[in-house]
Nanobody, 130 residues
Framework: QVQLAESGGGSVQPGGSLRLSCAVSGFASANNFYAIHWFHQAPGKEREGVACINGLDENTQYADSVKDRFIVSRDKAKNTVYLQMNNLKYEDAGVYYC?????????????????????WGQGTQVIVSS
């Protein structure tokens, strides 16, 4: 079972930046990395996908709300995925999770919905406050 551990959350002013990390234990298959999806859960709201990087060709996908502000990347040597968050807004506050697609799907490819993922980290809190 893959294990994921997020870190890097904290408190930042609007317009500031944070870099989140997701340390991944394990691989989708020999020489293939898992697709890693970052999800955001604001207080009282459902979990929503914000950015994903696939394990086949490192192609990335972003929600419209974070395009041109967030960048997802992978350090293959460390098997760690990062989420660089720039120009943070109040609505970006909440808990951020990284996740791996559930077995039965193609785990190197980004899936669409939270229910397509069954391996989650514990989350890291982002506070945006002036």
């Amino acid at each position: 079972q893959v294990q994921l551990a997020e870190s890097g959350g904290g408190s930042v002013q609007p317009g500031g930046s944070l870099r989140l990390s997701c340390a991944v234990s394990g691989f989708a298959s020999a020489n293939n990395f898992y697709a890693i999806h970052w999800f955001h859960q604001a207080p009282g709201k459902e979990r929503e996908g914000v950015a994903c990087i696939n394990g086949l060709d490192e192609n990335t996908q972003y929600a419209d709300s974070v395009k041109d502000r967030f960048i997802v990347s992978r350090d293959k040597a460390k098997n760690t995925v990062y989420l660089q968050m720039n120009n943070l807004k109040y609505e970006d506050a909440g808990v951020y999770y990284c996740a791996v697609p559930r077995s039965g799907l193609i785990q190197v490819m980004c899936a669409v919905a939270p229910y397509d993922y069954d391996s989650w980290g514990q989350g890291t809190q982002v506070i945006v406050s002036s």
